[in-house]
């Protein structure tokens, strides 16, 4: 069966070879509005670039700020501070007429966004996963979740940087580097890393470059980033948001995400972003599933809920398991009940997990490949084995693409089927689901990565600092949010939030908790 699934999902995420543009279709309509964004600070305070995007939409909204304003905020922030941290990989010199036609009642009115650069917009931008292979995959087509944006008033200011191929190139890769972007730099720190593949989507949100960013991730790819940055990152139920039009891993974990400054932010933006699309199979029931997220926030809403403390999750570093400690007690002063998971058999879920990877991703990145414009002269995996080969001085002067030849020595027919269903059991049944069901718990808690790692182009991503518990919720398919925790050896470290299926609507209600409980939260300082 799930042999089937995966070969559905392959097949109908297809783009088709009739443009999806970004005017405004009925059709495909985003489904019923949010409600009202509340009211931001009072007109009279200057807008800083590190506003939350509910407060610059607030602004325009009461005529104090103009679109062309915001953008030219964002514009000078990226001007100012991008030669350095390397985020962005294109600008959209559409993004000024088109901030001057939104609707004042969309929700997203007017909020210059950043989409990573493994998303297609219609603008006159190539998406390149990073690699030049990609380099003429101009597609003039919008993936349906930037169309989902474009009707919800979003302004698409350009495309982000990443880990080359979302990082599933090589063992040694070094988060954050594409041939395409560069080096994309954490701007806590420069000499650390921003984490990925997100890289560009997050730490352009951590120093102010526009309202919000989209992300993707197979494994960590939102989380991680999110929680080095110090932003927050939700990473939704596979199924939620459609992944047509973005260049794939695996159909069985890929989904899209954001990266925000606040969990009012996040929910804000997922309410626009979720709904049922035609083209991907996986969201049949995601119409089903949707809310407006923003009517769920409850300051008030971590009293009386039970957390389970994934202590087995929490690292190795001892001031990470102190700020996690302190945030227990903070979790337990709002009124949650705190119950101790000290253990957790993960058995092999590493190799099952990433031998499954290899055989979905020979199989996906094909089907994807052949439908690129005719310009793209790489139409399949061993194509752009052969162009990196041919290329190395471009694409391979840190690191090569073993990833990428295991995943070639699998038949692009292998069925993926038992390690697959394997590795779910794992993270899923054996994992998410019976913790919460032996504890009759609401969801999940740890700390969601240690602080960044010194950037190394040598021997890759160093992360240590013990096992991530965002796995299981990769695998699984499940919702996970990131919110900033805490600042250990002065930077960030994120609090992960982990609940079953569809329960997106609690998580974001429990992140608006923890902020309110934590307080507020600085941006870099420098920026």
């Not at 495909?28 to 305070?45: D, E, V």
């Not at 695996?250 to 933006?269: K, N």
Request: hydrophobic share 40%.
């Amino acid at each position: 069966m799930i042999r089937a699934v995966l070969l559905a999902l392959l097949l109908f995420m297809v783009p088709s070879t009739e443009a999806r543009t970004h005017k405004k279709n009925p059709e495909h309509a985003t489904n019923a509005a949010p409600g009202p964004t509340p009211a931001g600070p009072p007109p009279q305070t200057p807008p800083s670039p590190h506003d939350s995007a509910t407060d610059q939409i607030a602004r325009m909204r009461s005529g104090a700020l103009s679109p062309e304003g915001l953008l030219a905020l964002y514009a000078a922030q990226i001007t100012k501070y991008d030669h350095t941290l390397h985020t962005i990989i294109a600008l959209n010199r559409q993004a000024e007429s088109a901030a001057a036609s939104e609707s004042l009642a969309a929700p997203l009115y007017g909020l210059p966004l950043l989409v990573k650069d493994n998303i297609e917009t219609a603008d006159f931008i190539a998406t390149t996963a990073g690699s030049t292979a990609l380099a003429a995959n101009l597609t003039h087509r919008d993936a349906p979740l930037v169309t989902r944006l474009r009707q919800g008033g979003a302004v698409i200011l350009g495309k982000t940087n990443l880990s080359e191929w979302a990082n599933f190139r090589s063992s040694r890769a070094t988060s954050g580097w594409s041939a395409v972007g560069g080096l994309t730099r954490n701007p806590w720190d420069t000499n650390r890393s921003a984490c990925g593949s997100s890289s560009g989507s997050a730490a352009a949100i951590a120093a102010g470059f526009a309202g919000a960013a989209i992300g993707t991730e197979t494994d960590g790819s939102i989380t991680c980033p999110a929680s080095v940055n110090g932003v927050v990152g939700l990473k939704p139920t596979l199924g939620l948001i459609s992944r047509t039009g973005i260049v794939p891993i695996s159909p069985m974990q890929d989904t899209a995400g954001t990266l925000t400054r606040t969990v009012r932010d996040a929910a804000l933006l997922l309410t626009v972003l979720a709904g049922s699309d035609p083209t991907d199979p996986a969201t049949k029931t995601a119409d089903k599933h949707w809310t407006d997220y923003l009517k769920h926030l409850d300051p008030h809403a971590l009293q009386s809920v039970r957390l389970g403390v994934m202590r087995f999750a929490e690292g190795t570093d001892p001031a990470v398991r102190v700020a996690f400690q302190k945030s227990l007690d903070t979790l337990r002063a709002a009124g949650a009940t705190l119950v101790d998971i000290p253990t957790f058999d993960a058995q092999d879920l590493n190799e099952k997990e990433f031998q499954a990877l290899l055989g979905e991703f020979h199989m996906a990145i094909d089907l994807y490949l052949a439908h690129t414009p005719p310009a793209v002269k790489t139409r399949d995996l061993e194509a752009v084995i052969a162009f990196d080969r041919a290329n190395a001085r471009t694409e391979m002067p840190y690191f090569g693409q073993d990833v990428f030849e295991q995943a070639a020595d699998t038949s692009p027919t292998t069925d993926p089927r038992e390690t697959r269903q394997a590795a779910y059991e794992i993270a899923a049944t054996n994992g998410i689901d019976a913790m919460l069901a032996k504890n009759h718990l609401d969801a999940l808690i740890a700390p969601t990565y240690g602080p960044a790692w010194s950037i190394d182009l040598v021997y890759g991503d160093r992360t240590g600092g013990g096992w991530n518990a965002g796995q299981l919720a990769a695998v699984a398919g499940y919702p996970h949010l990131s919110v900033p925790m805490a600042l250990v050896h002065g930077l960030p470290v994120g609090l992960s939030f982990i609940g079953p299926a569809w329960s997106e609507a609690l998580l974001l209600s429990l992140g608006a908790g923890w902020e309110a409980a934590r307080g507020p939260w600085a941006h870099p300082p420098g920026y």
